[in-house]
Structures are given as C-alpha cells and as structure tokens.
C-alpha cells in the first residue's frame, strides 16, 4: 500500500507530500453526474457497489494519495429517525427541525452495524480493492445540530445560537446524543477497516473560543478520546476555523484541517509541533489558469517548509465546476516538486 498519507498524518518523514482532496468524488465528475441522472445522492450512499465506484474515481484519475468513503454527513441522522433529505443547490433539509427537549428525544440512538450496514459493507469491499489508504469520517455534533436546528444550511446559525445559549439543557441534551452517534459511527468505521477517519465540523467557525469552550468542546472531545486506543489518524477539520484551532487540536486531534483563511505556515505556528497540518489551497483557484494554481499551490508548499507531518489538501471540498485535469495536474505538480526538495541534500 502507499502510505504516504498515513506517514505524514504520524509526522514521520515521506518521500513528497501526499495529496487527498475533501469532496474528491462528486459533481466535477462526468462519471458521477451520468450516475446521478439515475440516483439520488442518498441512493448511492446506501448502495454499497455504487459508493465504492464513486469513491474509487479519483483514485484512478487523479493518482492521490487517500481515498474518502464517498458518503454524506446526514447519512446517520437518518438512521436516527429523522426525515433529511439532500436538495440540489441548496444541501441537507429537515421539514420538522428539533428546537425543544421534546424534540430532541426524536433522536434514537445509533446502532451502526444494524442502521448502516451499507455504509461498512461499502468499506469492506474498498479495502481490498484500494492501494491507498480508506479515509472514514463523520459531521461533528456542532455541525449535525446546526442542520437539525435550523432545518438546513444556515448563514447566521441564529436559531442553533439561540438554542444553544437559550436553552443550553437542551443543547447539551442534543449534543450528548449526537456526541455518541458519531463515536459509534467512526469506531464501527474503523472496525470495517478505514486507516484513518476524519471529523468535519464545517460550521463550527460560526462560533466564538467561549462558546466553543463552553457548548462543543465538552461533546467533541469525548470522540477523539473513545478512538485514541484503535490507532488510527483522526483528522480534525473546519471552516472559518483560524481563532479555534489549538482548540481543535486540544480536544485529541492528530492532524488539524486549515482552511484558506490563514497562511499555512502561521496556521502551523499556531498549533505548534505536536500535530500534522492538512490544507490549505482556496478550492476556487482550481477554477484559475494553470499558471496560477501552480504559484499558489507552491505557496502552500513553502508554507509548510518542508516539515515532516504536511497533507496537502484543499481548504475545503472541490467545486463543480472544476476541471478534473487541473486536479489531476495539481497531485502531478505538489509530488514533483515536493519529492526535487527533499531530495537536495
């Protein structure tokens, strides 16, 4: 297997810089959209021959470094008895939000080898075939509530905040129940056989360092620690994250995700010695000329230095429109130029 992701991921040194992308498999895709004409997006999520297709893709096209489990956050919070579905343009909506303990007492517990099967008979199928790394991963509870709440994707997170500083019994409540799902969830993952797993807490950057103390990192790091012991990678990542991310590390993190808000190298000053960094190229340059992607994805590279413990990844999920060969030559340009540095003595 190539590990070079698992290496980076432990801080120990590899030959060049490995490369994943967050929404690696998706809509940019000509393969995926002709399968989307004939499924919906939770259609093949819960069709385990399907899901590994998908998530095969850009291991074979693009010659990355790691695999993600295509997949959807809400894909639990179905199994948990509530009524998601994924609209096109506008993402996860929830007709009847949870806003009362009431509510909250919708949510049942998750039982993942019984509620979603698919989702590790897709795993166990991807591991004998892949030749790279199975990344699993999991919404954190902040950004699964924030859906729950609002009744799907939010600019303000108004309601969430005013739940949360409202009625924080109630929130804790529901974060309690989230907090477990997604720990049974990942460790169910892992024990179908992904080699690391990532949480994507997307939202959380909408809050405060005091309410973050205060209403999520008590329900975030119960999670880290239940996985210490399975020795996998555990990636934490967000978006708008720059005033959270020793936070973020904190709560058990091994690898911080950095979006493109923050320079790579002060993002890495920050968080100092002891994780690895993952990010950080604006997903919007890939929709530049090549030219352009090049210089800013050796900004990246000159950002990390050369430390042992870089993944380089967007600073978040790929966007439609982009065109798969500047992907493609993005893995190319961040493996050779990567590999010609390490290699001067």
């Known amino acids: 297997m190539n590990d070079l992701f698992l290496r980076a991921c432990r801080r120990e040194a590899t030959e060049r810089t490995p490369v994943w992308f967050m929404r690696q498999a998706g ?13 919906g997006i939770l259609d093949i999520c819960r069709t385990p021959e399907l899901a590994a297709q998908v998530t095969m893709l850009p291991v074979e096209q693009l010659g990355v470094d790691a695999a993600i489990l295509f997949s959807d956050i809400v894909v639990p919070l179905a199994a948990m008895g509530i009524d998601v579905r994924i609209e096109e343009g506008r993402g996860p909506m929830v007709d009847s939000p ?12 998750l039982e993942p080898e019984t509620d979603l099967p698919f989702v590790l008979d897709a795993i166990r199928n991807l591991v004998e075939d892949l030749d790279v790394p199975l990344i699993g ?11 729950l709440v609002e009744g799907g994707p939010s600019r303000s997170f108004a309601r969430t905040k005013a739940l949360m500083l409202g009625q924080a019994d109630t929130w804790h409540a529901l974060m309690e129940r989230l907090s477990a799902a997604v720990l049974a969830f990942l460790r169910a993952q892992i024990k179908a056989g992904v080699s690391a797993i990532q949480v994507f807490d997307s939202w959380v950057g909408a809050l405060g360092p ?3 103390d205060e209403f999520v990192r008590p329900h975030v790091r119960p999670i880290f620690r239940g996985l210490e012991s399975l020795g996998v ?5 967000g978006v708008g994250t720059e005033g959270l991310l020793t936070r973020m590390r904190d709560v058990g993190a091994d690898v911080v995700g950095v979006d493109w808000r923050v320079p790579l190298d002060a993002a890495w000053e920050r968080l100092g010695p002891g994780v690895a960094v993952q990010g950080n190229l604006d997903p919007a340059t890939l929709l530049a000329p090549w030219e352009v992607i090049e210089r800013r994805a050796r900004d990246v590279l000159d950002g990390a230095g050369g430390r042992s413990g870089h ?18 030559r993005l893995v190319e340009l961040v493996h050779e130029v990567s590999a ?3 290699a001067v003595p």
């Open 340 to 342: 010609r540095e390490r």
């Open 137 to 147: 991963f999991s919404g954190a509870p902040f950004t699964l509530a924030s859906y």
């Open 98 to 109: 949870l806003r009362s303990t009431g509510d909250v007492e919708r949510l049942r517990a």
């Open 210 to 212: 005091q309410d973050y």
């Open 27 to 39: 809509r940019y895709q000509q393969e995926y959209r002709e399968l989307r004409k004939r499924y």
């Open 233 to 237: 990678p555990r990636i934490h990542f």
């Open 311 to 328: 993944v380089f990844n967007l600073g978040h999920g790929v966007l439609p429109g982009t065109p798969p060969e500047a992907l493609r």
